[in-house]
């Protein structure tokens, strides 16, 4: 597609259930990233994926989240066992590695709310 | 470690004037430094790209200053409309990480 496209758009999940986010990234682009960001606060690093290469894990917040890319395309974000404070938007980007001056082109992110 | 920060107070201006954002960093030069504009409800859009070897960089009515000394960025809006109102994030790269820090914004809000 032309853009980076998030689904669900919006979630609503018991505490304590497990919710997955897909991440669908533009065509070619070799780089995803995930941040989550809380109301009025800025973007939080949580994972980058880079090719074939390991991903840096760094800025998963608890060994509840996890992810994963497949065939070097798609990407899922699961959260197990929800908490209140897990509730924020979370959102992906993509970006080709050998063209910084692009920039990181966003999705319009899933807002998860955790009752 | 290394901090990125905006004035979390929004800037409100009369149509017309120029918009300045601040961007502040602690410790040492990010190889470049990124801004974004988030309207509500989206992702951020990429803006401008400025290199630590670059002290101006320009885009149509938007002009970025990075000033090492200063470790400092500004971001300006020449004849502001209201249709800049947003939120603009700066973003550094740092040597050795793979990912951007952002900074948490500045809401502008332009008053016709």
């Known amino acids: 597609g032309a853009g980076v496209s998030q689904s669900p758009s919006n979630k609503v999940t018991e505490k304590g259930k497990d919710v997955e986010l897909r991440c669908d990234p533009i065509?070619?682009?070799?780089?995803l990233y995930w941040y989550r960001q809380s109301l009025g606060q800025g973007l939080e690093f949580l994972i980058y994926f880079q090719g074939n290469s390991a991903p840096d894990k760094s800025g998963l917040p608890s060994d509840r989240f996890s992810a994963e890319r497949t065939g070097g395309s798609v990407s899922t974000l699961t959260i197990q066992r929800t908490q209140q404070e897990d509730s924020a938007v979370y959102l992906c980007?993509?970006?080709?590695?050998?063209?910084?001056?692009?920039?990181?082109?966003f999705g319009s992110g899933t807002r998860l709310t955790v009752v | 470690s290394q901090k990125i920060e905006q004035n979390s107070e929004a800037l409100n201006i009369q149509e017309g004037k120029t918009a300045t954002l601040t961007c502040n960093y602690t410790?040492?030069?990010?190889?470049?430094l990124q801004w974004y504009r988030q309207d509500p409800g989206r992702g951020p859009v990429f803006l401008l790209l400025i290199r630590e070897n670059e002290k101006e960089k320009r885009k149509e009515r938007l002009k970025v200053t990075f000033d090492t000394t200063l470790k400092q960025s500004l971001f300006h809006i020449t004849a502001s409309q209201p249709a800049d109102s947003a939120t603009y994030l700066c973003a550094q790269k740092d040597t050795g990480r793979r990912a951007l820090t952002f900074g948490s914004g500045t809401r502008l809000q332009v008053q016709p």
């Open positions: 065509s070619g682009h070799t780089a």
């Open positions: 980007a993509s970006s080709l590695v050998s063209r910084d001056d692009y920039g990181y082109t």
């Open positions: 410790n040492y030069s990010p190889a470049y």
